[in-house]
């Protein structure tokens, strides 16, 4: 469940990034992705859709937001947190 | 060239349905922002807005007006008809005068309550005005038919600058000997749930506060309204006797080439420079910047550092009164001139509402929270649009 998760939340971004899902490591950050600002807010609301959930996220104050979205492991880290909220 | 002056001021937004009302407003730096009074509400994440309340449309216009005119059609008929009254303008056969209005919306609240009826209510059928109300160019259609306005009568649209480049295409006009007389500014009514869930999307949207220039700043919050002064040609304004409110000195528009939605030093920077070159003025003469001070962390500090560049470390003091009347996007640049009228003709600088501490990127005289004393000569409207477009005007005492 959770492999696939993070499949599916890589594929989103390296779609986003218009990379191969191979060059997206969980490792990656969204800068040494290329993603900006806008491709973020696009990520965001792909994940939304796909995991049926609502993503806390002010692009006016990242930080405040309760939600890491720096890396790709950050990231996977918080969808499974919200995706648990949601089966709770 | 020929001299361009305003005659008269009108407006509806959050703080008040007229100009001395949004005048006092402005002094008592009061909020007009609140929680949202629309349809579905309960389905957006945010909540806030700077609304028209109390509005009553059936109190200022007829049957025909009424049954033809979407929110932001009747705010624009509103204002022009204060401006025109303040004005005393007399139209003639209207042929040499018209009539510029900014929107980026148009009949946003007219398709929004079709799209509602057909998609979720399983109607078959929707009002026969739909297209006339929804249209971007109603609002200035239907100001021409009310005074009878008879030369060039279109629309602009440039999101967040609209008013600005409306507004600096009449003084263009007329200050090229083309029209004697302009009914220009902008409206806008956005303030519906499709309007707000498409703005949510972008997630720049606070659902607090609209805080300009505060390091504790999370965003925009909307407002809905409108503005139109009149623009006329200064000699004919004071062959009849008429007040002039201020004089229209300069105005410059550029485009950022760069990016959709993030604002550009370089851009906003050219626009700022580009009216004090038109209008033959230094940066030291400007006494106050109305900035267009969103309140989302990107324009804020861009603003500040393309004020800083044009500027240098002498900068006048700065506000954007977005805070009290929330973000107009397409009438925001018409309500914000009448900060900088307040700031020409009774020495009063607008303050920057909501204000909780410096921001130490950048080092801003930005009126904090209270209303201040001062005389200006001159005074600057900035509006940055998203796509990229920046416009700015400069106004002197009249």
């Known amino acids: 469940m959770h492999m696939h998760l993070r499949d599916k939340v890589i594929a989103i971004i390296a779609e986003q990034a218009v990379l191969d899902v191979s060059d997206v490591t969980m490792d990656s950050t ?25 993503i806390p996220f002010n692009a006016n104050d990242p930080a405040q937001s309760g939600f890491d979205m720096t890396s790709v492991a950050a990231i996977v880290h918080a969808v499974e947190g919200l995706v648990a909220q949601k089966a709770a | 060239m020929r001299r361009v002056v305003i005659t008269g001021a009108g407006t509806v937004n959050a703080l008040a349905h007229d100009v001395p009302g949004t005048l006092a407003a402005m002094r008592a730096g009061r909020c007009g922002i609140g929680p949202l009074d629309i349809a579905d509400v309960d389905r957006l994440s945010v909540r806030i807005g700077g609304q028209v309340r109390g509005w009553d449309a059936a ?3 007829d049957r025909a007006a009424l049954s033809g005119a979407d929110r932001f059609a009747q ?32 009949g946003l609240i007219t398709q929004d309550d079709s799209y509602r009826a057909v998609y979720a209510e399983g109607k078959s059928r929707v009002h026969p005005l739909t297209v006339p109300k929804l249209m971007q160019n109603a609002g200035a259609s239907h100001v021409s038919m009310a005074h009878g306005i008879r030369g060039p009568v279109f629309t602009v649209s440039t999101a967040c600058a609209s008013s600005n480049h409306a507004m600096g295409l009449a003084f263009q006009m007329i200050r090229a000997g083309a029209l004697r007389a302009v009914l220009t500014g902008g409206s806008e009514a956005m303030l519906c749930f499709g309007g707000i869930k498409a703005w949510e999307g972008l997630r720049v949207m606070s659902a607090r506060a609209c805080r300009p220039f505060s390091r504790t700043r999370d965003g925009m919050v909307q407002g809905e309204g409108a503005a139109v002064f009149v623009f006329e040609e200064r000699e004919a304004a004071l062959a009849r006797g008429a007040r002039i409110l201020a004089e229209v000195v300069g105005f410059a528009m550029t485009s950022d080439a760069g990016d959709l939605v993030a604002p550009s030093v370089d851009g906003a920077a050219r626009a700022m420079a580009g009216a004090l070159a038109d209008a033959g003025l230094a940066p030291g003469e400007v006494g106050y910047i109305n900035a267009h001070g969103t309140g989302t962390a990107a324009n804020d500090r861009t603003e500040a550092a393309a004020i800083a560049q044009v500027f240098g470390a002498a900068a006048p003091p700065v506000s954007s009164t977005k805070a009290m009347h929330g973000h107009l996007i397409g009438g925001t640049g018409a309500v914000e001139l009448l900060a900088c009228l307040m700031a020409l003709r009774d020495g009063i600088l607008a303050p920057t509402i909501g204000h909780e501490e410096a921001d130490p990127d950048f080092a801003l005289d930005v009126v904090p929270n209270t209303a201040r004393a001062a005389r200006v000569e001159v005074a600057l409207s900035n509006a940055f649009a998203f796509g990229g477009l920046n416009a700015v005007l400069a106004l002197r005492r009249g």
């Open chain 2, 75 to 106: 705010f624009a008929l509103v204002a022009a008809a204060q401006a025109m009254r303040e004005s005393g303008l007399a139209v003639g056969d209207g042929t040499d005068c018209g009539v510029v209005l900014g929107t980026a919306g148009g």
């Open chain 2, 59 to 61: 109190a200022h216009l």
């Open chain 1, 30 to 54: 969204l800068q040494s992705l290329g993603i900006d600002s806008l491709g973020l807010v696009e990520a965001i609301f792909a994940i939304e859709e796909a995991f049926d959930i609502s």
